[in-house]
């Protein structure tokens, strides 16, 4: 059980420090003046990166509600 805690807290840490950018598109736009392309550029990578997970989520939901409502 503390094991489940402590990866919990380590996967939800290690999101909000990561950096979603590439180390070509990070050169490419780290030599812009202003960062507002970067910024938008990494949170659409941020974007499209959370829906595979959110979609996994759910089907893990759904999966244990059918087991849950089966083994009853």
Request: aromatic residues 16%; positive net charge; contains cysteine.
């Amino acid at each position: 059980m503390k094991t489940r805690i402590v990866l919990i807290f380590v996967t939800l840490f290690s999101f909000f420090q990561s950096q979603a950018q590439c180390a070509m598109c990070r050169a490419v736009l780290e030599s812009e003046e202003g960062q507002t392309t970067a910024e938008g550029i990494n949170d659409g990578i941020m974007y499209l990166m959370a829906f595979p997970y959110i979609l996994v989520a759910g089907m893990i939901y759904f999966v244990y509600r059918k087991y849950k409502t089966l083994k009853n």
